[in-house]
């Protein structure tokens, strides 16, 4: 099986900082692009941001210049450097990466999802 852990969440005053990693594990050949959504409670999930194998990123527009994604392919890992927090970040975070598992082919890759971590802005 594959599976996906997120770390880093908490509480933060607004204006704050904090990061977030996700590691994944298991029976993986391949992970491609990796990403992090968020959702708060009654709202839809959305993305915040995602990365390619190459490095070539994508930011929310509510988060663009204030987050940071990065990932280490050595280490299965992406992270989302989260700076100048807002109230309105408050959200489970949650991670995912398209992942191709050990003896099956690439077309048969998928997504993978995270259980999700809190994050807590304070006014």
């Known amino acids: 099986q594959v599976q996906l852990v997120e770390s880093g969440g908490g509480l933060v005053q607004a204006g704050g900082s904090l990061r977030l990693s996700c590691t994944a594990s298991?029976?993986?050949?391949?992970?491609?692009?990796m990403g992090w959504y968020r959702q708060a409670p009654g709202k839809e999930r959305e993305l915040v941001a995602t990365i390619t194998t190459g490095g070539s990123t994508n930011y929310a527009d509510s988060v663009k210049g204030r987050f940071t994604i990065s990932r280490d392919n050595a280490k299965n890992t992406v992270y989302l450097q989260m700076n100048s927090l807002k109230p309105e970040d408050t959200a489970v975070y949650y991670c995912n990466a398209n992942i191709q598992r050990v003896g099956v082919g690439e077309y048969y890759a998928r997504v993978y999802w995270g259980k999700g971590t809190l994050v807590t802005v304070s006014s």
């Open positions: 298991g029976s993986i050949f391949r992970i491609n692009a």
